[in-house]
């Protein structure tokens, strides 16, 4: 249970975690797999939905395809899930003696 002014993470699925495997180790709790997992569904149906823009040829301001002021979402999604598989990888391989 959180306090007032306690910092807010992403916990999707740790309590299902903690209930279904209640000796989970770390790795299996942590938000950033699943933090990774999520942006990286975004970044796919991101990319997804750019192809059938690059495909029906859509157009913003004057003549400029719509894919490329669109290109942003996917990239910026697959860097996000790089981001937090790399902190994942990171808690998952560091010696618990040293943190």
Known sequence: MRGPGA??????GSDFANAVVPTS??????EDLE???VSAVVAWHAWRYLQLEIEFE???????PAWIAHLVV?????????RFACLA???LFV?????
């Open 89 to 91: 990888a990171g808690r």
């Open 35 to 37: 933090a990774a997992a």
């Open 74 to 82: 996917p990239l910026a999604f697959a860097l996000i899930s790089y």
């Open 58 to 64: 859509d157009q913003v301001l004057i003549d400029t």
């Open 25 to 30: 180790p770390q790795s299996l709790n942590d």
């Open 95 to 99: 010696d618990k003696d040293t943190a």
């Open 7 to 12: 910092n807010t993470s992403i916990t999707i």
